[in-house]
């Protein structure tokens, strides 16, 4: 509620709000020829007083809270303070008027007048104070929307943080599986392996400080993945890509893909003793983009 935009928007409905009032009333005098040096002072002076009034509801209103009060609490104020402004209004119209001495008889103040002039105030700054709450509830409620919005952000991150740490250490070991295989025998394949391997683990550490990366460096990562899976695997895996090359700037998070892959082959080629295929394709729609991971593997549904 006290951010500069609202500040703004509050100080632009204020002078708006009266201006037009100020304009009506003169309309309304100048239509039944009462049009005077006198009557448009007093308008004014009623008009800057009823502005001042206005203002001191809003101060009010912020200072003690009022939304976060009970809903009794709430309408026993608003109507304290719809009584007070509008007998303070028509108070005000009276000494105006009396310190001013004016000679026209046409705006001097009666009793019956002066009641007229209270219910009138009070319908005006009902209307007053109905729209500053119904735009406070509208702000509460976009302030509290903004905020579900951040908090789910944050889970997410906090969500996506938890995986890389969790993602990091499994990929590691089964990389390094791979390579305790081939030692005795291919050790040239091996050291192969271990020279993909740290660039491998140079790559994860850059990336998880990263929120986004783009997606050829994924793709990349991906590929040296699976060519150590490959060599522990041999015949038992086969792996292809059909990749639009126009994603490859496209912002994609860091390890999501791999994580994919590592999935498809653990849990859909590794336990099949024939092995198999893992296939991944990536094109651009109109609307969106289309990332697919696929393995030969078959759901057990026992």
Request: with cysteine; proline share 2%; glycine share 4%.
């Amino acid at each position: 509620m006290k951010n500069k935009n609202y500040r703004w928007l509050y100080w632009v409905a204020q002078i708006c709000g009266w201006s037009l009032f100020f304009g009506l009333t003169i309309f309304l005098n100048y239509s039944v020829g009462k049009i005077s040096f006198d009557s448009t002072l007093l308008n004014s002076l009623i008009v800057i007083s009823g502005f001042l009034i206005s203002h001191i509801f809003r101060l009010i209103i912020l200072r003690i809270r009022l939304s976060e009060l009970p809903i009794q609490r709430q309408l026993l104020i608003l109507l304290c303070l719809l009584f007070g402004g509008s007998v303070v209004q028509s108070a005000s119209q009276i000494i105006i008027q009396h310190l001013l001495d004016f000679e026209d008889e046409e705006i001097k103040f009666t009793f019956s007048i002066a009641i007229i002039n209270f219910i009138n105030w009070l319908f005006i700054y009902a209307i007053w104070l109905m729209l500053y709450i119904f735009y406070q509830l509208v702000e509460r409620q976009r302030s509290k929307f903004i905020h579900e919005l951040k908090l789910i952000a944050l889970r997410n991150e906090m969500e996506l943080t938890n995986l890389r740490t969790q993602l990091n250490p499994h990929f590691m070991f089964n990389s390094m599986n791979s390579i305790r295989a081939l030692i005795d025998e291919n050790p040239s394949s091996a050291k192969t392996a271990v020279t993909k391997l740290s660039t491998l683990l140079r790559s994860t550490l850059q990336f998880s400080k990263r929120n986004f990366i783009n997606f050829k460096e994924e793709l990349e990562l991906v590929k040296d993945y699976l060519f150590l899976e490959k060599m522990r695997f041999e015949e038992r895996l086969d792996f292809t890509f059909h990749v639009d090359s126009s994603l490859n700037d496209f912002k994609f998070p860091p390890l999501m893909l791999q994580t994919l892959v590592e999935n498809a082959i653990k849990h859909g080629i590794s336990k099949l003793p024939e092995g198999g295929s893992v296939t991944i394709l990536a094109s651009k729609n109109t609307q969106f983009y289309e990332i697919t991971v696929i393995n030969s593997g078959k759901l057990n549904k026992d």
